[in-house]
């Protein structure tokens, strides 16, 4: 997978979009030739920061061609084309990088920031795609990811509010601003998502213990620890929860229920609450993602 930042380095200029962080894309984009006579005819470079965000000297610039396959224009003066690539930087940070609304900064597309410093997306409130950021720590300002967000080590995010597609941070323990999940939310560690209203997707979330808004999970629901959902209506897999006492308005389970000790009292709505239990055998990543 291509890291940002991702240039095509010509002889002749330095490519980049802010749509992709694909160096294949970008060629695609501005028609450029990537093969001649058998050997690479551009150089593909990746640029990250190991500071701020504009501490520009503080960038990494990286080739990213096998160097069996850089062309001879390169090699004969591989620091100077480098340097033509950080000059880019800053153009790229702030075609990327745009002021959101309510302060902090907007990222345009998608961002693989795996060798990113935790510092450089400090001020990050919005993402339009995805955001795989796997030694993001903390995401202080961060309220919406349109895409997917991957962030394995992710313990805080006060302000996240939404996400399009699956969130996977098996490491935070709570969501307390988090409304809507399009797809799965895998959240091993997660304890209270107070108004988290819809997971598209799986939820699996073995700790967690309050979902008073949970309206509807789309596929399989793994909340172990779960005592009560009083607004829950549907779940569209299996919903395996051990310890769940209360569910009023649950109407439709799609697979396998596991719920001893849901009841007619307890869950009135709920038909096939006379039909379990039955022995589940949750996937690993389930059970802890």
Known sequence: MCQSASFVLTEAGVYWSVETDSHES???????????????????????PTAGLEDWPAWEVVIDTPEDELPAWFDDDRQSHL?????????????????????????????????????????VSEVDGYLF???????????????????QLLTKAPLLQEVGGSLSAPHLTKAPL???????????????APVL???????????????????EVGENMWVESLIEAPMLQKVGGELYAHHLTRAPML?????????????KANAPMLREVDEQPWSPEPDDDEQEP
């Open 26 to 48: 970008i060629g695609e984009k501005f028609d450029l030739p990537l093969w001649l006579a058998g050997r690479s005819a551009v150089v593909f470079v990746e640029a990250h």
């Open 83 to 123: 340097n033509r690539v950080a000059r880019e930087i800053p153009r790229w940070v702030r075609a990327k990088f745009l002021p959101a609304e309510g302060g902090g900064l907007r990222v345009v597309g998608n961002m693989n920031v795996s060798k990113w410093s935790e510092g450089s997306l400090r001020n």
């Open 133 to 151: 950021a796997p030694r993001l720590t903390e995401a202080p300002l961060l309220k919406k990811v349109g895409g997917k967000l991957t962030a």
């Open 178 to 192: 988090l409304q809507e999940v399009g797809e799965s939310l895998l959240a091993g560690r997660l304890v209270e």
């Open 197 to 215: 209203e819809q997971v598209g997707g799986r939820l699996s979330a073995s700790k967690l213990t309050e979902a008073p808004m949970l309206l």
């Open 251 to 263: 109407q439709e389970v799609g697979d396998d229920l596991y719920a001893p000790h849901l009841t």
